[in-house]
């Protein structure tokens, strides 16, 4: 039977799911939805060919990988090179570097343990990633080649029937309890990151195609309203989900079950006169490859180029579309015909040879597309490409909280009797550098600890919505190795403190058991406040000094890509400012919380604002970022800049060192 029109009708839904998220509905669950009945429909169709020729006892893993050759990568060469091109003339330099090397993985269909790989706190925006995207293609990909050779090696325990069916569902099995794991692991947000990204967490949606694939003959027995029901049940599953998650729900886990249940039940029904057989599905089925291609670049130089209004979108939507079609009509169609059949060894050099060429392209990253400069805006564009990297604080040795490990970092020559604590989060994490400065430049003796994790607020009980941070179990443990270790005076509390507490905020909860609240709600909120006066009033039993600091001023862009941006298209470059009332007055009600904390040994700080005048703050001074990206001011300038800060901490502190 052809199930094209079914097909076709899925893959609209998918793809029109993912375009729903991209091109800014309130949908957030829409992408990951699109992504995970793709992989649903892959596997079916997969499946169904490879089971079909092995019955048939005439199936080649070199026939089936060429066919998989002739699908994708054309369209998908096509994409990059064109990328490549404009990026080379409308991108600066150092996102063109971006641009290139995760151009070479997607095309070496690797791009998904890259991405893996750099996922973390301080990751560059998805936002700015030109071929995010190919992350599932990469995954798909890895799945052809593993996926068909185990069939082929147990294919006599794999009889068509029950024993075909008992092995695919152990698969499925042992790959969705990898998805859950990597899910609800908390000790790294890596583990997080590939639980989403890598194959054998991803698997389990594929084998559901292929599950599908062994049973679906049995929707015979099923009558025509049965099928209907079926196919009306999985569109509901498929709104169910867009409405249901939100970007912070861990994915794929657990929860990918109901797209993926949502796809298995329309496809099995395969109900005449489906909705999903509508001209306009099928056009969006027939072109769902090249759209998702095509679709994300677009949103990303619009993103790149500061494009963002409504209309903006709305035109990048359509551009979208118009580009699918064309590669669909020009690119993937002519290639499918082109290089099958007769003839192939041949043409298989020749799409080798054009895929060399685009790795030529993608290693030309070396190369300088920048116009001629002056000297000075040469030095300017060199500190800006560099100003990311400029953080001061070793995090490859300090901070934290890998397995459930505390990483204290110490400056100074006595750890043993370290009498200052900075604790806090990525922002306690910037005055490392300057506390390094004014430690060494002193005369005293002593050290001071720095504990600190990145994206956790200082709070007890208050904990990351996203998987892999597990904040709770840090916080109580820095707390008892302040209270345990002895001889400290001092605890200077740091935190950006608006990225948890802001009414918008999704991303932070207070949590009493099985219970949460998030941070943004009145609840949340008055709880966590009297979370951490609970925190502060313990230390000052203790006998321990508590500073604590108000929110910092932040731009919410990066400063350093501005002026990049800028030089490369020969703009004049001006000092940029920013207007930091919009952050305070997010940051009002926990601002005004901690003043409220004020007692004799608690004392409240206000740190960076000698870069403001009133609320109006600088982001560049003579042409350099003062910051690392949208939040972090750089450690080079925070050294040189005298702070509120530095009454607190004049110690003398030669060295680095990690506590255990």
Not at 76 to 90: E, M, Q, R, T
Not at 448 to 466: A, D, M, Q
Not at 582 to 602: E, G, K
Request: glycine share 8%; proline share 4%; with cysteine.
């Amino acid at each position: 039977m052809d199930f094209r029109k079914d097909i076709n009708g899925v893959r609209a839904v998918a793809v029109l799911s993912v375009l729903l998220f991209h091109f800014g509905a309130d949908f957030f669950s829409a992408g990951f939805v699109g992504v995970d009945i793709f992989f649903v429909i892959s596997g079916f169709l997969m499946s169904r060919i490879i089971f079909s020729a092995l019955d048939r006892g005439d199936f080649t893993i070199k026939a089936f990988l060429w066919a998989r050759v002739i699908r994708l990568y054309p369209a998908l060469l096509f994409v990059v090179l064109a990328v490549f091109a404009f990026g080379y003339f409308f991108v600066e330099p150092v996102a063109f570097r971006g641009l290139a090397a995760h151009g070479l993985s997607s095309l070496l269909f690797y791009s998904n343990l890259d991405y893996a790989a750099e996922a973390g706190y301080f990751d560059s925006a998805s936002g700015l990633k030109w071929f995010l995207h190919t992350w599932s293609l990469s995954v798909e990909w890895q799945f052809y080649i593993l996926y068909p050779l185990v069939l082929v090696l147990l294919r006599r325990l794999m009889r068509p029937g029950l024993p075909r069916i008992a092995f695919l569902g152990v698969g499925f099995l042992l790959s969705l309890l990898a998805a859950v794991i990597c899910g609800v692991y908390e000790g790294s947000p890596r583990v997080a990151a590939l639980g989403f990204y890598s194959l054998p967490s991803r698997a389990y949606e594929m084998i559901a195609g292929g599950l599908l694939a062994a049973t679906h003959d049995a929707r015979r027995h099923f009558s025509v309203g049965w099928r209907r029901l079926l196919e009306t049940t999985g569109l509901a599953f498929v709104a169910i989900t867009l409405v249901l998650f939100d970007p912070l729900t861990p994915w794929p886990t657990a929860h990918a079950l109901l797209p993926c249940a949502a796809t298995a039940l329309i496809l099995f029904a395969a109900a005449e006169r489906s909705l999903l057989s509508h001209p306009l599905f099928q056009f969006f089925g027939n072109i769902s490859y090249s759209l998702y291609l095509w679709h994300w670049p677009v949103a990303v130089a619009l993103h790149y180029h500061n494009l963002e209004g409504w209309e903006w979108k709305t035109a990048g939507l359509g551009l979208s579309v118009m580009l699918g079609w064309l590669s669909y009509i020009f690119i993937e169609n002519p290639s499918r015909i082109y290089f099958r059949g007769e003839g192939m060894s041949r043409r298989a050099l020749s799409l080798m040879a054009v895929s060399a060429t685009a790795v030529v392209i993608s290693l030309m990253v070396f190369s300088n597309n920048l116009p001629k400069l002056t000297e000075s805006e040469e030095f300017l564009f060199v500190d800006a490409s560099s100003a990311g990297e400029d953080r001061g604080y070793p995090i490859q040795e300090c901070g934290g909280f890998p397995r459930g490990n505390l990483r204290p970092c110490l400056l100074g020559d006595d750890a043993l009797h370290a009498d200052t604590v900075i604790f806090g989060d990525s922002f306690a994490e910037m005055w490392y550098s300057r506390a390094q400065h004014l430690l060494r430049t002193s005369g005293a003796s002593g050290g001071i600890i720095f504990l600190t994790y990145g994206g956790c607020p200082p709070i007890s009980n208050v904990e990351r919505r996203e998987a892999g941070f597990n904040c709770a179990d840090f916080h109580r443990s820095a707390l008892d190795y302040i209270k345990s270790k002895g001889g400290i005076k001092k605890v200077i509390i740091v935190s950006m403190w608006t990225a948890y507490f802001g009414k918008h905020k999704t991303n932070t909860v207070y949590r009493d058991g099985d219970a949460q609240w998030l941070l943004g709600t009145s609840e949340g909120f008055r709880r966590a406040t009297l979370s951490l006066e609970r925190d502060i009033r313990g230390l000052e039993a203790a006998g321990i000094e508590v500073y604590l600091s108000t929110t910092s001023p932040y731009p919410a862009f990066d400063a350093s890509s501005r002026i990049r941006k800028a030089i490369f298209r020969g703009e004049r470059m001006n000092d940029i400012e920013f207007d930091f009332s919009s952050v305070t007055a997010n940051s009002m009600p926990i601002d005004a919380a901690i003043q409220s904390l004020a007692a004799p040994m608690v004392h409240v700080i206000h740190l960076g604002r000698n870069f403001c005048v009133g609320d109006v703050c600088s982001a560049t001074r003579n042409g350099r970022s003062l910051y690392s990206d949208g939040a972090h001011m750089r450690g080079s300038v925070l050294a040189e800049q005298p702070s509120a800060l530095d009454s607190v901490l004049l110690r003398p502190m030669p060295r680095v060192g990690v506590l255990p």
